[in-house]
């Protein structure tokens, strides 16, 4: 193999590091502990890993954690209501509500409706605008875990030619965004991108969000590419990347494995965004 592997886990234990110096400082400053707000509709398993691995996380850096599990069968009227009186909430300096929602709950009015100083998820409308606009506020924690992991690996980002596969609000279109405000030449592919190997190969940074099993291999790898895989896929033998690992660790000078890659990088992520929400909240008092 001759890539380097990238690890996420040591560059996210940095950010939370920082996380907790600044932590203490924001206590110190305004007499408490900033919080974080999670919202879990219903008991998916999956869901239910997620949300606890953030709860976790913030108790390890010392945010505090206020969980609220409704029951699935909750009605939109009432999440709109819970997610209000969280927005009128004093100590709640970001809201987290974890997708997807049961069928029966329109996803976009409950994202719509949480404060955009709170939107600790980067998802509302206001925030994806001021992304587009070259202007951030809160921004997704995955794709601001992508560009912290270029950053840290010390990737050349402002010229390179960055191939992004996936174009989903929570990841593709936010980390196309960032990638172009730090100067990279940008394509964004997609499902319907003919010869997606070959678009992919003339990347010299490769992120995939796409959600499918190893649907990249060495031939979508240029030599020397940078690869950050955002995919994770569920399969018996346990998490795989959309990034065949072997595979194109051959030909990458640089690549993220799944698990311990992007994914403590999303996490390490929020805690940033909700002590970041909790400071330009208290500022602007
Ligand atoms: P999504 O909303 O389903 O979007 C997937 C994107 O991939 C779409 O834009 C889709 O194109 C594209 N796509 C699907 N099949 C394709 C194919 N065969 N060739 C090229 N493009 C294809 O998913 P998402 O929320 O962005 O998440 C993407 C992956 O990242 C998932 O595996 C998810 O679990 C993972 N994820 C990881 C983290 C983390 O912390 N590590 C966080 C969030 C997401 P169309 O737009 O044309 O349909």
Redesign the pocket.
């Known amino acids: 193999m001759a890539a380097r592997v990238i690890d996420g886990k040591a560059v996210a234990g940095a950010v939370k590091e920082r996380v907790k110096v600044d932590l203490a400082a924001f206590e110190e400053e305004f007499g408490r502990a900033p919080g974080l707000a999670t919202v879990l509709v219903g008991e998916d398993p999956a869901s239910e890993v997620y949300v606890g691995m953030k709860v976790r996380a913030c108790e390890e850096v010392g945010i505090r954690s206020i969980h609220q599990q409704p029951d699935a069968s909750i009605r939109q009227e009432e999440l709109e209501a819970l997610v209000e009186e969280l927005n009128a909430d004093d100590g709640v300096d970001g809201i987290l509500v974890q997708m997807p929602l049961p069928g029966h709950l329109d996803s976009d009015r409950i994202v719509a409706l949480i404060d955009p100083t709170k939107d600790v998820d980067g998802l509302t409308p206001v925030n994806a605008g001021l992304l587009a606009h070259g202007t951030p506020g809160l921004t997704p924690c995955?794709p601001a875990?992508v560009m912290e992991l270029l950053e840290h690996e010390g990737v050349e980002v402002e010229g390179a030619h960055a191939v992004v596969?996936?174009?989903?609000k929570?990841?593709?279109v936010p980390v196309a965004r960032l990638l172009l405000m730090a100067n990279a030449t940008v394509t964004t592919?997609?499902?319907?991108?003919r010869d997606?190997d070959a678009v992919c190969a003339q990347a010299d940074i490769l992120v995939a969000?796409?959600?499918?099993p190893r649907?990249l291999g060495k031939a979508a790898v240029k030599p020397g590419a940078v690869v950050i895989d955002?995919?994770?896929?569920r399969l018996e033998e346990g998490l795989v990347g959309?990034v065949d690992f072997d595979a194109a660790a051959e030909v990458a000078s640089a690549i993220t494995p799944v698990p311990g890659g992007?994914?403590p990088?999303?996490i390490a992520m929020l805690l940033h965004n909700t002590l970041l929400a909790g400071r330009t909240r208290m500022a602007a008092r």
């Open positions: 995955t875990g596969i996936g174009r989903s929570l990841v593709g592919a997609h499902s319907r991108t997606l969000a796409v959600g499918v649907l955002v995919g994770v896929n959309d992007v994914g990088m999303t």
